[in-house]
Nanobody, 124 residues
């Protein structure tokens, strides 16, 4: 089992920035992939960004491309999501997830481990 813990959420004005971080209870294997998903109020969970742990290959949802940056620190065993130019529509609970294979995926059902989420609220 792997426990994931997100941190860094909060309330920010539109145009502002936030940095989310995800830590894991166990060392992330090189053949794993980590991702961020979000769930806006009353909506389904949606893909935000993913990164492979070995090579750092990334994928972004079109809605965040150019504004969000996903990164990983293999030494600290953490994954971050730098969010800039935030919009009210970015308001959601943000979750980190781990997939036990080395390929990015936008399907939440392909991720095995999930954190409890951290709330991001963007005011207009």
């Amino acid at each position: 089992q792997v426990q994931l813990v997100e941190s860094g959420g909060g309330l920010v004005q539109a145009g502002g920035s936030l940095r989310l971080s995800c830590s894991a209870s166990r060392r992330t294997a090189s053949n794993y992939t980590k991702a961020w998903f979000r769930q806006p109020p009353g909506k389904e969970r949606e893909f935000v960004a993913a990164i492979t742990w070995d090579s750092g290959s990334v994928d972004y949802a079109d809605s965040v491309k150019g504004r969000f940056t996903i990164s990983r620190d293999n030494v600290k065993n953490t994954m971050d999501l730098q969010m800039q130019s935030l919009k009210p529509e970015d308001t959601a609970a943000y979750y980190c997830a781990t997939r036990t294979t080395v390929a990015t995926s936008r399907d939440p059902y392909e991720y095995t481990y999930w954190g409890q989420g951290t709330q991001v609220a963007v005011s207009s």
